[in-house]
């Protein structure tokens, strides 16, 4: 059974770092594309950051130099290290996983909350 487990996120303050991390299991990790995506109430999910399987990385421009995606392949987990922190950063962090030909699978989800 596929399963990504996010955690990490909390209520911090502005100006601060947070370090999100996913954990997968039941799916073949090597190889595969992942990223962290937020989501906002009322607002579609938009993707924050990217890694290809063979580690080429995208970032959005509003997080770009603050935020960093980074994966450990050997313990199947995936990272984004969020730094200077800012209240438009407020949302419902997403690990997304896609192993190679098959589906995307998404966590659960964690809340960060920037307080300004």
């Known amino acids: 059974q596929v399963q990504l487990m996010d955690s990490g996120g909390v209520l911090v303050q502005a100006a601060g770092s947070l370090r999100l991390s996913c954990a997968a299991s039941?799916?073949?990790?090597?190889?595969?594309?992942m990223g962290w995506y937020r989501q906002v109430p009322g607002k579609q999910r938009e993707s924050v950051a990217t890694?290809?399987?063979?580690?080429?990385?995208n970032t959005a421009d509003s997080v770009k130099g603050r935020f960093t995606i980074s994966r450990d392949i050997a313990k199947k987990m995936v990272y984004l290290q969020m730094n200077n922190l800012k209240p438009e950063d407020t949302a419902v962090y997403y690990c997304?996983?896609?192993?190679?030909?098959?589906?995307?699978?998404w966590g659960q989800g964690t809340q960060v909350t920037v307080s300004s």
């Open positions: 997304n996983v896609r192993p190679p030909y098959a589906r995307a699978y």
């Open positions: 039941g799916l073949v990790f090597s190889g595969s594309d």
């Open positions: 890694m290809t399987s063979d580690g080429r990385t």
